[in-house]
C-alpha cells in the first residue's frame, strides 16, 4: 500500500527513509532509487565528517612530532588549511554538478580526498619543512571535502518541500555520526602509541597520528565505490510537490521537464544565510581547534593524554548531537524551523559564556629549563601551560567541569542550528538547480572554518581564553540579533511567493 506525502512526512523516522512507498506523483521503483540515492548522499556526508574529525585531535602533538618549530599559531594554519581547501572547492564542484551528473564531481573529489590522506601519513618523510607538508595535505583533504557542496545540493534537488526537512536532518544526523566516529577511532588508534609499528619496505611509520588518516583514505575508497553503484545508472530531481522531473543527466517520457519559477529568489534571505551560517561554523571550529590545546594548558595533560581524553570528550558530544537531531526534527515541526534556529544560538552563547575563566586558582606554568637541566629533561614531555604565553600567570584556569559542561551545552545549540541553516537556505531557493548556491553556502561555511582557527589560535595564544571566548560570546550574540531582524523573510520560495501555505 502507499501512503501519501504529508502521512509519510508525519511518520518517518530520523534515519529510515525506505518503509514508505511513494505517493501517486511517482512509481515505486523511482521512489526506492530515488532514496537509495538520497542515502549515498548520507554516507559521503559520514565520511566527510570521518576524515576531518580523526585527526582533529592528534594534529596537534602530530605537528610537535615531527617538527619542533611548529607552534600554536601554526596550529591554526593547519586546522584552516582544511576549510581553506573546501571554500575554494565548493563553489567549484556546485557549478561543476548543475551542469553535468552529480557522479563526477563527487568520485574526483572523494579521489582527492583519499590521495591527501595518504600524503598526510607520510608527512614525517621529508627532511625538512615536515609542518608545511601537514599544511599543504590537510588543503588537499579540505578540496576533496567540497563534494559535500554537491551532496547537500543533490538532496535538496531530490525530495519535496515536506521531505526537506526531514532530509535535512538525516544528512546532519550522517555528519554527526562520522563526528563521533572520527574521535572514537582516533582514541582506539592511540593505543598504537607514538613510535607504533615501521613497514620497511613502503617506508612508512604506523602509529597513533599515521593510522587514522590511512583509514580515512580506505573509507574514501569504499565511498567511491558505493557511488559509482548507486548515481551510474540514474539520478533524481523533484519539484516541491515531489513530481519527478528531468535531471540533467537522464531523460524519460515520465518525467517533466524543469520549469524555471519566473519568480525572483530573495537575495536579503539569501545573504543574511550565509552570514548566519558563517557564525555557526566559525563558533564550532573555534571549539573543535581550542580542545586540545586548551586541555593541555589548563589540565597539564600530555600529547597523548590529550589525544584520549578529548577523543573521548568530542565523541560524547556526537552522540549527544544524534539525540539533538530527533529532538529538531520534532520541534521544528511544531514550532517550526526559525524559532529552533534562535534556540540554538542561545544555547551556543551560554556555552561560551560559562567558558569564560573565573575564580582564583591557576593553570600550572611549563617553565622553560636552560643548561645542563634542558638535556636531562629533554626525554621527558614537559606539561603545563608555556611561560611564553605570559597569560598563564595571572588568568585563572578553566575547570574541567567548565570545560565538559560548556561542551555539552555547545553540542545541543551546534546540531540545531546547522540543521536549520541548510533547511531554510534549501527552502528559501526554491525549485532552481542549488549546487550554486549550496556551493556558496558551504564556501561560506568552510570561510569561517579558515578564520576561526587562526583567530583563536594567535588570540588565544597572546591574549589568552577570557578575550577569546569574549569575543565569540559576543559574535553569537550579534547573530541571534541578526536571525531576529529578518526573522520574517527566512521563509520557503514556494511559501514567498503563494505556492504552498505555510
Known amino acids: 500500500p502507499k501512503m501519501s506525502r504529508n502521512e509519510y512526512d508525519d511518520t518517518?523516522?530520523?534515519?529510515?527513509?525506505?518503509?514508505?512507498?511513494?505517493?501517486?506523483l511517482e512509481t515505486e521503483e523511482d521512489y526506492r532509487s530515488r532514496w537509495r540515492s538520497i542515502r549515498?548522499?548520507?554516507?559521503?556526508?559520514?565520511?566527510?565528517?570521518?576524515?576531518?574529525?580523526?585527526?582533529?585531535t592528534s594534529v596537534w602533538?602530530?605537528?610537535?612530532?615531527?617538527?619542533?618549530?611548529?607552534?600554536?599559531?601554526?596550529l591554526g594554519w593547519v586546522v584552516a588549511a582544511y576549510s581553506l581547501g573546501q571554500m575554494v572547492a565548493s563553489p567549484i564542484f556546485g557549478w561543476w554538478s548543475n551542469s553535468r551528473p552529480s557522479k563526477e564531481p563527487l568520485v574526483c573529489s572523494i579521489f582527492l580526498n583519499l590521495s591527501a590522506n595518504i600524503y598526510y601519513a607520510y608527512a614525517y618523510l621529508p627532511m625538512t619543512h615536515n609542518k608545511f607538508h601537514v599544511l599543504v595535505s590537510r588543503a588537499f583533504v579540505g578540496f576533496g571535502a567540497g563534494n559535500v557542496a554537491v551532496a547537500r545540493s543533490y538532496v535538496a534537488g531530490a525530495t519535496s518541500l515536506k521531505e526537506r526537512t526531514n532530509a535535512m536532518a538525516n544528512m546532519s544526523a550522517a555528519q554527526a555520526l562520522g563526528f563521533i566516529l572520527g574521535p572514537?577511532?582516533?582514541?582506539?588508534?592511540?593505543?598504537i602509541g607514538e613510535r607504533g609499528v615501521t613497514v620497511d619496505f613502503i617506508r612508512l611509520q604506523l602509529n597513533m597520528y599515521t593510522s587514522p588518516a590511512l583509514l580515512a583514505a580506505l573509507f574514501g575508497l569504499i565511498n567511491i565505490l558505493k557511488t559509482a553503484a548507486a548515481l551510474f545508472s540514474r539520478e533524481h530531481h523533484v519539484d516541491?510537490?515531489?513530481?519527478?522531473?528531468?535531471?540533467i543527466n537522464y531523460s524519460s517520457d515520465d518525467t517533466a521537464d524543469i520549469e524555471e519559477p519566473e519568480e525572483s529568489i530573495d537575495l536579503v534571505a539569501v545573504l543574511t544565510s550565509n552570514i548566519l551560517f558563517f557564525v555557526v561554523m566559525f563558533i564550532f571550529a573555534?571549539?573543535?581547534?581550542?580542545?586540545?590545546?586548551?586541555?593541555?594548558?589548563?589540565?597539564?595533560?600530555?600529547?597523548?593524554?590529550?589525544?584520549?581524553?578529548?577523543?573521548?570528550?568530542l565523541c560524547g558530544i556526537g552522540f549527544q548531537s544524534i539525540?539533538?537531531?530527533?529532538?529538531?526534527?520534532?520541534?521544528?515541526?511544531?514550532?517550526?524551523?526559525?524559532?529552533?534556529?534562535?534556540?540554538?544560538?542561545?544555547?551556543?552563547?551560554?556555552?561560551?559564556?560559562?567558558l569564560l575563566p573565573w575564580g582564583n586558582h591557576y593553570p600550572k606554568i611549563q617553565w622553560c629549563i636552560f643548561g645542563f637541566a634542558h638535556f636531562f629533561f629533554f626525554s621527558v614531555e614537559q606539561t603545563g601551560c608555556p611561560y611564553e604565553q605570559t597569560w598563564c600567570q595571572y588568568t585563572p584556569a578553566i575547570y574541567l567541569a567548565q570545560y565538559i559542561a560548556s561542551g555539552i551545552i555547545i553540542g545541543v545549540g551546534y546540531p540545531a542550528c546547522n540543521v536549520m541553516s541548510y533547511t531554510l537556505y534549501s527552502k528559501i531557493l526554491g525549485p532552481k538547480p542549488q549546487g550554486v548556491y549550496m556551493g556558496w553556502l558551504t564556501a561560506s561555511g568552510s570561510g569561517a572554518r579558515t578564520l576561526g582557527p587562526i583567530f583563536v589560535s594567535n588570540v588565544y595564544t597572546h591574549l589568552g581564553p577570557r578575550w577569546a571566548f569574549g569575543?565569540?560570546?559576543?559574535?553569537?550574540?550579534?547573530?541571534?540579533?541578526l536571525l531576529s531582524s529578518v526573522y520574517r523573510r527566512l521563509i520557503a520560495f514556494s511559501v514567498r511567493h503563494g505556492r504552498i501555505v505555510e
Not at 539525540?323 to 515541526?333: H, I, N, Q, S
Open 40 to 56: 549515498v548522499m548520507y554516507f559521503t556526508m559520514f565520511l566527510s565528517s570521518v576524515g576531518f574529525t580523526i585527526v582533529i
Open 12 to 24: 518517518t523516522p530520523l534515519l529510515r527513509d525506505d518503509d514508505v512507498c511513494g505517493g501517486s
Open 240 to 247: 516541491d510537490h515531489g513530481r519527478q522531473v528531468q535531471a
Open 286 to 313: 573555534i571549539f573543535e581547534t581550542i580542545t586540545t590545546p586548551l586541555s593541555m594548558d589548563m589540565f597539564a595533560w600530555t600529547r597523548k593524554q590529550a589525544v584520549l581524553y578529548n577523543g573521548i570528550i
Open 323 to 354: 539525540l539533538v537531531f530527533f529532538v529538531v526534527k520534532v520541534t521544528a515541526r511544531r514550532f517550526g524551523d526559525r524559532p529552533v534556529f534562535l534556540a540554538g544560538l542561545a544555547f551556543i552563547f551560554w556555552g561560551y559564556f560559562i
Open 61 to 74: 602533538p602530530y605537528l610537535q612530532k615531527v617538527d619542533h618549530s611548529a607552534d600554536a599559531s601554526f
Open 184 to 191: 572514537a577511532l582516533q582514541a582506539g588508534l592511540s593505543f
Open 471 to 481: 569575543f565569540i560570546s559576543g559574535l553569537v550574540l550579534g547573530g541571534f540579533i
